[in-house]
């Protein structure tokens, strides 16, 4: 399958099966975080993998769209560690360097069978208390990982797009 065959086969799964993840597939899925490209190369990514019942139990009370995942990933980034542009005060990387990465994840995950949701309704700084990550660092996304179950669909605005010629400039 190509890149834009995947791209556009891949939808956000919001109901999923208990089964689990196997780690064979999960390895590539991080293999696949790990290439990702990022501001100088910094890498101030982190993924934290909740999969332990207290963690998934404890991050589906502090979001509502887990719906079920075996499990799911948490990113953050450290803000000491990301880029910052020399010539603009408050220009850093740090939340496009998570984002790559995400998307990364999301469509390796999906070629190995696996399907994802891209989940930003949270309170951060709950969650961060929650699992204890380190005040320099701070939560960008939860990422349910699993295996669809059989109602599963893409939603209705999946394949919605606007026209080109209202999103791409040519100068």
Same mark, same amino acid.
């Given at each position: 399958?190509?890149?834009?065959?995947?791209?556009?086969? $891949?939808?956000? +799964?919001?109901?999923?099966?208990?089964?689990?993840?196997?780690?064979?597939? @999960?390895? *590539?899925? %991080?293999?696949? !975080?790990?290439?990702?490209?990022?501001?100088?190369?910094?890498?101030?990514? $982190?993924?934290? +993998?909740?999969?332990?019942?207290?963690?998934?139990?404890?991050?589906?009370? @502090?979001? *509502?769209? %887990?719906?079920? !995942?075996?499990?799911?990933?948490?990113?953050?980034?450290?803000?000491?560690?990301?880029?910052?542009?020399?010539?603009?005060?408050?220009?850093?990387?740090?939340?496009?360097?998570?984002?790559?990465?995400?998307?990364?994840?999301?469509?390796?995950?999906?070629?190995?069978?696996?399907?994802?949701?891209?989940?930003?309704?949270?309170?951060?700084?709950?969650?961060?208390?929650?699992?204890?990550?380190?005040?320099?660092?701070?939560?960008?996304?939860?990422?349910?990982?699993?295996?669809?179950?059989?109602?599963?669909?893409?939603?209705?605005?999946?394949?919605?797009?606007?026209?080109?010629?209202?999103?791409?400039?040519?100068?």
């Amino acid at each position: 399958m190509g890149f834009l065959d995947l791209a556009k086969e $891949r939808y956000s +799964v919001r109901s999923f099966t208990d089964r689990p993840v196997e780690q064979e597939k @999960l390895d *590539r899925i %991080i293999e696949a !975080a790990l290439i990702a490209p990022t501001g100088k190369n910094n890498q101030p990514w $982190r993924c934290y +993998v909740l999969r332990s019942e207290e963690a998934l139990e404890k991050i589906s009370g @502090l979001s *509502r769209c %887990i719906y079920g !995942a075996p499990l799911v990933l948490l990113f953050t980034y450290n803000v000491d560690e990301e880029w910052h542009n020399p010539f603009e005060e408050g220009i850093h990387s740090g939340v496009e360097d998570v984002s790559i990465v995400a998307t990364h994840v999301m469509l390796e995950a999906w070629e190995e069978g696996v399907q994802s949701l891209w989940v930003n309704l949270f309170h951060n700084s709950e969650v961060e208390k929650a699992f204890d990550i380190p005040e320099n660092e701070h939560s960008v996304l939860l990422m349910p990982l699993g295996y669809a179950s059989e109602d599963a669909a893409p939603s209705e605005r999946h394949a919605q797009s606007r026209p080109a010629d209202e999103l791409v400039f040519y100068l």
